[in-house]
């Protein structure tokens, strides 16, 4: 079992950064892909980052690319989310999650087994 606790979202300008963190319980934290995804009012939740066990292959939706960074520290049990160049598309309820599946990487959210509470981000114009 693994709890997740994410952190970090709040108000912010377009342009303007945000640094999120997702806290995991227990000692098998490295043994999970770690994944973020959001969820808009009315919309899908959608894939958004993705970050394998060792912490050294990433994935990004398009959107993503190039503004975001998804990392991990596995002594502090902790994984990260970089938002930076905010838009106000990027609007959502931000929330981590864990798999244990070798195909994390395709970003389909019923290949996570544990997730968090949700943060929510808000991107003004």
């Known amino acids: 079992q693994v709890q997740l606790v994410e952190s970090g979202g709040g108000l912010v300008q377009a342009g303007g950064s945000l640094r999120l963190s997702c806290a995991a319980s227990g000692r098998t934290f490295s043994t999970y892909a770690m994944g973020w995804f959001r969820q808009a009012p009315g919309q899908e939740r959608e894939f958004v980052a993705a970050i394998s066990r060792n912490g050294i292959s990433t994935y990004y939706t398009d959107s993503a690319k190039g503004r975001f960074t998804i990392s991990r520290d596995n002594a502090k049990n902790t994984a990260y989310l970089q938002m930076n160049s905010l838009k106000p598309e990027d609007t959502a309820v931000y929330y981590c999650?864990?798999?244990?599946?070798?195909?994390?990487?395709?970003?389909?959210?019923?290949?996570?087994?544990?997730w968090g509470q949700g943060t929510q981000v808000a991107v003004s114009s």
């Open positions: 999650a864990a798999s244990n599946s070798g195909s994390y990487y395709r970003g389909s959210p019923g290949l996570y087994i544990y």
